[in-house]
């Protein structure tokens, strides 16, 4: 999931963190699944 996510834009990655309201440890599980796992 971490090969995704580094081809995955950054732009991306931080919309998802933002509606996901940014998870520390499920930050990267949020980023790889599109879930909100920081709940």
Same mark, same amino acid.
């Given at each position: 999931? &971490? =090969?995704?996510? $580094? &081809?995955? =834009?950054?732009?991306? +990655? $931080? $919309?998802?963190?933002? +509606? !996901?309201?940014?998870?520390?440890?499920? !930050?990267? %599980?949020?980023?790889? %699944?599109?879930? !909100? +796992? =920081?709940?």
């Amino acid at each position: 999931m &971490q =090969s995704k996510n $580094a &081809q995955t =834009s950054s732009t991306t +990655l $931080a $919309a998802v963190e933002v +509606l !996901d309201g940014g998870g520390g440890d499920g !930050d990267d %599980g949020t980023r790889a %699944g599109g879930v !909100d +796992l =920081s709940l």
